[in-house]
């Protein structure tokens, strides 16, 4: 069994990135149309922007539930 390129390593990874940054748009649009819960909106764009699955700690504990 022969090495992986660097091109077959990014195209096995590239579907994991377009979820995580589908992901992110959407919490991006929540914070903005929803507001959050507990911190205020910058401090949550942020997160959801800077900090690896920043948008699953949003959707678990920011996200305001109605």
Known sequence: ???LSI????LLALPFLLIELVLRIYCVIKLVKEGSRNLNQIA???II???N?????FLLVG???Y
């Not at 091109?7 to 990014?10: D, E, R, V």
């Open 63 to 65: 996200k305001r539930r």
């Open 53 to 57: 699955f920043g948008w699953a700690a």
């Open 44 to 46: 949550w764009l942020c």
């Open 1 to 3: 069994m022969g090495e």
């Open 7 to 10: 091109l077959q390593i990014f």
């Open 49 to 51: 922007l800077l900090v």
